[in-house]
């Protein structure tokens, strides 16, 4: 196992190098210069602009502003904001939120996706079942701005239960309803997974073992069937974590959320590429991490992968 890890941590280096690369090349070489943007309509004066590019380090070619940033990069300097603000400091405030966010939205379609697809593998063909397959396939058609209106409009508006926007991002009770639209889609595709795989594992050799010993119908279902059925669930899962990180952009904005999303949708605005990298280095190891994580469950879900 400790080689298999190390050799998976080796393996993620490139990956990392070739991601982080690409990113600030296509950052940097955006339409528009981002240092006479700072002036907006008004004629920038060529002594404050040129000591403006100097000290955000554009004043250089395009190959060493990349290496400088990976220089930077490497002892934790993830460079300054148009504004001044070191870009960590934006990381730091804005993390916090959207990990909550994250988190909430990746409980609610783990628990609820999971008994969704359980039942509805359980009673394949029957009416619930069919009433899970319609449900789920609504939501997968839905696209979350829509989604987002909708919720906020029933709950909000016109059952008053919560506010429209939420006005504390650091409150877990005001970023339930954000996290429920971030994490229906996801929920969807969960519910499916896990009814296909139980189907279909419910008919194995293993399950028919199981049933003759005499085993409690609880112990066959949650130690063998559920177990041995949450490997392609696991896969989607652990790779849906960063996807929720970074495709919370719309539903924070929906919802005032002040979070990832909404730093990263006013960064790309401002044509702040320091800001735009140091975002997707953050999302990176979130799914760099997730995807190892990932490759280790699946030893623990079954006991017959062995990692040399």
């Given at each position: 196992?400790?080689r298999?890890?190390?050799?998976?941590?080796?393996?993620?280096?490139?990956v990392f190098?070739?991601?982080?690369?690409i990113?600030?090349?296509?950052?940097?070489?955006?339409?528009?210069?981002?240092a006479?943007?700072?002036w907006g309509?008004?004629?920038?004066d060529p002594?404050?602009l040129?000591?403006?590019?100097?000290?955000?380090?554009?004043?250089?070619?395009i190959?060493?502003?990349?290496?400088?940033?990976m220089?930077?990069?490497?002892?934790g300097?993830?460079?300054?904001t148009m504004?001044?603000?070191?870009?960590?400091?934006?990381?730091?405030?804005?993390?916090?939120?959207?990990?909550?966010?994250?988190l909430?939205a990746f409980?609610?379609?783990?628990?609820?996706?999971?008994?969704?697809?359980?039942?509805?593998?359980?009673r394949?063909?029957?009416?619930?079942?069919?009433?899970?397959?319609?449900?789920?396939l609504?939501?997968?058609s839905?696209?979350v701005?829509?989604?987002?209106?909708?919720f906020?409009?029933?709950?909000?508006?016109q059952?008053k239960?919560?506010?429209?926007?939420?006005q504390d991002?650091?409150?877990l009770?005001?970023?339930i309803?954000?996290?429920?639209?971030?994490?229906?889609?996801s929920l969807a595709?969960v519910a499916?997974?896990?009814?296909?795989s139980i189907?279909?594992n419910?008919k194995?050799?293993?399950?028919?073992?199981?049933v003759?010993?005499?085993?409690?119908?609880?112990?066959?279902?949650?130690?063998h069937?559920?177990?041995?059925?949450?490997i392609?669930?696991?896969?989607f899962?652990g790779?849906?974590?960063?996807?929720?990180m970074?495709?919370?952009?719309?539903t924070?904005?929906?919802?005032?959320?002040?979070?990832?999303?909404?730093?990263?949708?006013?960064?790309?605005?401002?044509?702040?590429?320091?800001?735009?990298?140091?975002?997707v280095?953050?999302?990176v190891l979130?799914y760099?991490?997730?995807?190892?994580?990932?490759?280790?469950?699946?030893?623990?879900?079954?006991?017959?992968?062995?990692?040399?």
């Open positions: 196992m400790g298999f890890v190390a050799r998976r941590l080796l393996q993620m280096i490139p190098l070739g991601t982080v690369t990113i600030f090349f296509m950052t940097r070489m955006l339409p528009g210069d981002p006479a943007a700072m309509d008004k004629a920038a002594a404050q040129a000591a403006f590019k100097h000290r955000m380090g554009l004043d250089v070619s190959g060493q502003q990349y290496l400088n940033y220089g930077d990069l490497l002892t300097n993830f460079g300054e504004a001044g603000r070191k870009v960590i400091d934006v990381i730091g405030e804005a993390l916090p939120v959207t990990v909550r966010l994250a909430l409980v609610f379609e783990l628990v609820v996706g999971v008994t969704i697809g359980l039942f509805s593998g359980l394949r063909g029957k009416a619930f079942d069919k009433t899970a397959l319609v449900l789920t609504l939501l997968i839905i696209p701005p829509v989604l987002g209106f909708i906020q409009n029933v709950f909000a508006i059952l239960w919560i506010t429209p926007t939420v991002s650091m409150n009770g005001q970023l309803l954000p996290a429920i639209v971030l994490g229906s889609i595709y499916r997974l896990t009814r296909t189907a279909e419910i194995a050799d293993y399950m028919r073992t199981a003759a010993k005499g085993l409690p119908r609880r112990k066959v279902i949650g130690t069937l559920l177990r041995n059925s949450m392609p669930v696991v896969t899962l790779t849906d974590l960063g996807a929720l970074g495709g919370a952009i719309v924070e904005g929906i919802f005032n959320v002040k979070g990832v999303g909404n730093a990263l949708y006013h960064a790309i605005n401002l044509n702040e590429g320091a800001t735009v990298s140091g975002f280095v953050v999302l979130v760099l991490a997730a995807s190892l994580i990932v490759d280790l469950l699946y030893a623990v879900l079954d006991p017959r992968i062995r990692y040399a």
